[in-house]
RNA sequence: UCCUCGGUAGCUCAAUGGUAGAGCAUGCGGCUGUUAACCGCAGGGUUGUAGGUUCGAGUCCUACCCGGGGAGCCA
């Protein structure tokens, strides 16, 4: 029996194999909150109710032991799932000593290095449920629409993206790359299969330390012949939408448990305010925006002196108080603090946002603040289309209107999460994408089997990229995208 | 690579240049309904590293190492 399962069973007494995530006790009363994978009960453990070995059992658990727990499924509304075990029998199969992560807080640094086990707290558990949702929405989405899920080649000759974020490695003597994507292979297989899509690990060696970057990640790419820049839109739209209702609909536990606000989830609805490039630089420079950044810098100053009211509140009050109120207050500041510390943060850059907002040049690409302050203005992800070419990959088809545009995309999602889609329609025509890779530098004789699409047989195809930590991290609300993969890969980081 | 903040007990954090502390965790004791339980007692430190200033350095200065946040670049 598992603890998901428990609730369809009240009233039977069954036995729960698991690890004790926390205890609390009485004389001859145990709470103990068992954990085993699939969810959290709470164990009572009655000295008058169990054998004298299951007493010495329960006395001698430690967090993170591992053990086996006999009871009753008992209705508790108190308790969390509405339920509580009475136990009857107590097993060990092991004490543990020492386990690092106690209950209280931790910093980062700490619980990366010990991410092995912090895998098995609360917030992981939910984090990783809610990715594991979002990966069976992905194949389900696009299995029933007749796409070919496809694997391609992690070690490649070619650069897709920039040169500069390659890993090389050592390929019996010749070099070879890790990929960045696996978008030109997709090309290849939607000449051969119409619909595809990949699903796979890429590698950017970025050198970026940020909260929107790992240097392996995980990327679902569909590539779709005879599809336009419309149609690829609309397909994203679609495939968004599905992602959000999927997990609003069945993570409600674990979107719970992150605090995410699901309003903005259930707001992902068509359609998507589709902007060009042009209509979004415009956005930036307009009045509007500034007004909005100097709201949000008022917003956040008021919220800075109310939390200063409330520290100075609290430390005159100090000394009267009892023992365990003084830690309550004690703990609260150290959050008002490291709040604070936010605050002042983002009160600096703000200012900066808002002036490189306005002194935006048409031509440029966004950078992360200049897509944030674009999402403030909808309240659902949005579709900026139409780069210039100049800031978009080599094989992005020209806007037959407008030659210094590319038909490409990028999906921002809301609340300032980003990037976490970009694709457009290729460039379908022979002459033009010679003079593209001859125009990047790249080694023309690497792609001849890439041209070869364009000589046999060529037509209108597009697709995009999702990046799947970005996505998760979307999804649940997550501060940094290092929590939405169980083993993060960044700047400086390798291990566990 | 640049900017910025930080590194003090196992963990989270305190400490006007002047005797290094608290909570949690751990150990022992108490408490029969706890929800980050509570109460009492105990053990626990080369203040990131190397120099320097000073009567005196956790605190000031220099260099380096490690980490957080941000910029550039991107999904």
Not at 314 to 328: A, I, P
Not at 376 to 381: A, G, K, L
């Amino acid at each position: 029996m598992t603890i998901d399962s428990l609730v369809q069973h009240i009233g039977e007494t069954v036995t729960l194999k698991g690890w004790l995530h926390q205890k609390r006790g009485s004389k001859g009363l145990f709470f103990m909150v068992l954990r085993d994978g699939t969810g959290m009960v709470q164990c009572v453990v009655n000295q008058g109710k169990v054998d004298a070995t299951s007493w010495d059992n329960a006395s001698s658990t430690t967090q993170e032991s591992s053990l086996i727990v006999t009871g009753e499924i008992l209705k508790d509304e108190r308790q969390i799932g509405g339920i509580e075990i009475q136990a009857s029998q107590i097993e060990v199969f092991q004490i543990v000593k020492d386990y690092p992560i106690t209950p209280k807080s931790h910093g980062i640094d700490f619980l990366m290095d010990h991410r092995h086990l912090w895998l098995r707290s609360r917030r992981p558990w939910a984090i990783m449920r809610v990715r594991n949702r979002i990966i069976m929405s992905i194949h389900n989405f696009f299995q029933e629409r007749g796409f070919l899920q496809m694997d391609a080649p992690l070690l490649t000759k070619n650069a897709v993206e920039g040169t500069s974020t390659l890993f090389e490695i050592d390929y019996f003597g010749s070099s070879a790359y890790l990929t960045q994507s696996g978008q030109l292979h997709g090309e290849v297989m939607a000449m051969a299969f119409n619909k595809i899509y990949t699903f796979g690990p890429v590698f950017r060696a970025e050198k970026s330390k940020t909260r929107r970057h790992l240097t392996e990640f995980w990327m679902i790419e569909p590539e779709m012949a005879f599809y336009d820049l419309d149609m690829n839109m609309t397909l994203a739209e679609d495939f968004l939408i599905r992602i959000a209702s999927d997990a609003i609909e069945d993570c409600h536990e674990e979107l719970d448990l992150l605090g995410r606000d699901l309003d903005w989830l259930r707001r992902v609805q068509p359609p998507f305010p589709r902007i060009t490039y042009t209509d979004a630089v415009e956005l930036l420079h307009s009045d509007q925006t500034q007004v909005m950044v100097q709201k949000h810098i008022e917003q956040l100053q008021q919220e800075r002196s109310d939390l200063e009211q409330e520290r100075t509140a609290n430390r005159q009050n100090y000394g009267q108080l009892k023992e365990w109120k003084k830690r309550r207050i004690d703990a609260r500041e150290i959050e008002i603090n490291i709040r604070m510390d936010q605050i002042d943060e983002e009160l600096r850059n703000l200012p900066q946002w808002g002036k490189s907002a306005e002194q935006f040049e048409w031509g440029g690409d966004f950078g992360g603040s200049d897509e944030t302050l674009l999402t403030w203005h909808f309240d659902r992800p949005i579709i900026v289309h139409r780069y210039p070419e100049s800031v978009k990959a080599f094989y992005m088809k020209r806007d037959p209107e407008d030659d210094r545009l590319a038909l490409g995309m990028d999906i921002l999602a809301p609340e300032g999460f980003g990037e976490i889609i970009g694709g457009g329609q290729r460039a379908d025509d022979l002459t033009f994408l010679e003079e593209q890779v001859q125009r990047h530098r790249l080694p023309q004789d690497a792609f001849e089997w890439y041209f070869d699409l364009r000589r046999y047989g060529t037509v209108p195809h597009s697709g995009f990229g999702l990046g799947l930590e970005r996505t998760v991290a979307w999804i649940c609300g997550l501060e940094h995208i290092r929590e939405a993969i169980p083993f993060p890969r960044m700047l400086g980081r390798l291990s566990p």
